[in-house]
T-cell receptor, first 116, second 109 residues
């Protein structure tokens, strides 16, 4: 079945450690996105990518890094520079928006990161 | 920024009642999409309305769009306890897709 998979679902990190969250899709989507969600809050965009080997900063990119070496994969690294990393992270993908595509987003089930 | 806001932020109703939530935006859009999020899960697409449409239906969902007021409404009719979730709108950007804070709907049995 086609879909978007995030792993791990739960992750604990000690302060000062980098962690990488995985996001894989087999929907043949060009665009991929990372969002952060804090309790009771909306989604804030961290990074997005519309094509392999290219990505753009979102609204809260500081302390995060990404790569897009393959169309199917868009891992997010939460670095030690991120001062408040405890949050729920959501990955999404879509076709590029244009006349032929509305760009409906497909989301993974999320990764919950807790810093101890 | 194209970010709009959903309101109300929270809504509590009884089963069988209708629920209405609104979404406003600032700049012109090509389309607007509504999503639902169950607690601790990813978002799921509900319905899309294009800028040249005024109303759209999908089952118990009814979406309206008023481009002159830069606003959209999502109506859930005959609500069920299973409709309890947060609802978000996304305002048809071409690249940088942003969401508001959503409306948290609680349907009491």
């Amino acid at each position: 079945d086609g879909g978007i998979t995030q792993s791990p679902k739960y992750l604990f990190r000690k302060e000062g450690q980098n962690v990488t969250l995985s996001c894989e899709q087999n929907l043949n989507h060009d665009a991929m996105y990372w969002y952060r969600q804090d309790p009771g809050q909306g989604l804030r965009l961290i990074y997005y990518s519309q094509i392999v080997n290219d990505f753009q900063k979102g609204d809260i990119a500081e302390g995060y890094s990404v790569s897009r070496e393959k169309k199917e994969s868009f891992p997010l690294t939460v670095t030690s520079a991120q001062k408040n990393p405890t949050a729920f992270y959501l990955c999404a993908s879509s076709y590029l928006r244009g006349l032929a595509n509305t760009g409906e987003l497909f989301f993974g089930e999320g990764s919950r990161l807790t810093v101890l | 920024s194209q970010q709009g806001e959903e309101d109300p932020q929270a809504l509590s109703i009884q089963e069988g009642e209708n629920a209405t939530m609104n979404c406003s935006y600032k700049t012109s859009i090509n389309n607007l999409q509504w999503y639902r999020q169950n607690s601790g899960r990813g978002l799921v697409h509900l319905i899309l309305i294009r800028s040249n449409e005024r109303e759209k239906h999908s089952g118990r969902l009814r979406v309206t769009l008023d481009t002159s007021k830069k606003s959209s409404s999502l109506l859930i009719t005959a609500s069920r306890a299973a409709d309890t979730a947060s609802y978000f709108c996304e305002k048809g950007g071409s690249e940088k897709l942003v969401f508001g804070k959503g409306t948290k709907l609680t349907v009491n049995p």
